[in-house]
């Protein structure tokens, strides 16, 4: 073989070892969760971000801070990096389909975790707790640590996500069986402890006799107690968390939290990653459906101490 067939031939192999080496790194992947700050979405986009890079990916995390206009703009620069595929924790249920329509028509295949959009047949899966169900195995045992007699008030989370509207009804359902448990106030917390706080006092004004607090989330659940323990109350009402956020464990560990209910965001977030990687390689994401229910586990101070990192409990 001569100089010029042998360099032709190393330069050969190199282009193909750079193509199979880009092949493997697999692209960028975009992920948009909603706010950082709060210690459940923060998880939800380690997670997912560790699942893509173990796959060969590039992972980008954004937050929309629950804005549309920022959600919007994410979805842009996800187009414009030239995204293989967008893990998105939708802003709103309505207010988003436009974004996911807009990756869509830029051949972005949209994979929706947590949160829904009013719209189906767009996202190639959507991966949510199975709302409904934790938000009864929250209310069962809301009313055994409460009682079934006396008058309770609710933090609802955000009016935008429909997962504010599935656990409230989810707890009615509950707890209008007991006829002698009365709801005499509700305000809305948008799924924020500072919120939570204020809001709770608010409804220790216009109601100082209540008896219990049962809470769309945990961060309005802690921000409850805090408010409580300032007027000396915790001890008298009791109250009851969703999500399975560690500050929530470390609260039912030390008695101020009754209960909450873990989301699985680890599982589906690694989830939504592997079908996202499903669809890239095969055109199909390997659910049967697009719509996936996870189911809850209720996190009492008896198996609260089996929780081996952020939202995952070791059974």
Not at 292 to 309: R, S, Y
Request: charge should be neutral; glycine fraction near 10%.
């Amino acid at each position: 073989m001569s100089i010029k067939a042998r360099l032709l031939a190393v330069t050969a192999l190199a282009l193909a070892l750079g193509a199979t080496s880009a092949q493997a790194a697999g692209g960028l992947m975009t992920i948009i969760v909603n706010d950082p700050s709060n210690p459940y979405w923060l998880t939800e986009g380690n997670v997912a971000a560790a699942e893509a890079k173990k796959l060969g990916y590039e992972a980008n995390v954004g937050a929309s801070k629950g804005d549309t206009n920022t959600e919007s703009n994410l979805i842009d620069t996800a187009i414009t990096n030239k995204s293989v595929a967008i893990i998105l924790d939708p802003a709103n249920a309505s207010g988003s389909v436009g974004a996911v329509k807009k990756a869509i028509a830029a051949g972005i295949p949209v994979i929706l975790v947590n949160a829904e959009i009013n719209q189906e047949g767009l996202a190639k899966a959507q991966l949510v707790s199975n709302n409904a169900q934790g938000a009864a195995l929250g209310a069962q045992q809301w009313v055994k640590d409460v009682g079934q007699k006396g008058d309770y008030v609710e933090l609802l989370g955000s009016p935008s996500d429909n997962n504010a509207a599935t656990r409230s009804n989810g707890y009615d359902t509950v707890l209008s069986q007991y006829d002698n448990l009365k709801k005499v106030g509700s305000q809305v917390g948008n799924w924020d402890r500072t919120q939570g706080h204020d809001k709770m006092q608010n409804l220790l004004q216009a109601h100082p006799g209540i008896i219990g607090v049962i809470s769309g989330n945990d961060e309005m659940a802690l921000g409850a107690i805090a408010a409580l323990k300032e007027a000396g109350k915790l001890a008298s009402v009791k109250v009851g968390g969703f999500d399975g956020s560690p500050d929530a464990v470390s609260a039912i560990k030390a008695g101020e939290l009754q209960y909450t209910v873990l989301q699985p965001v680890a599982t589906f977030a690694a989830k939504a990653v592997d079908e996202a990687d499903s669809f890239i390689k095969t055109g199909k994401t390997g659910a049967p459906q697009e719509k996936q229910l996870f189911d809850c586990v209720l996190i009492t101070k008896a198996n609260a101490g089996n929780m081996t990192a952020p939202f995952t409990l070791t059974k």
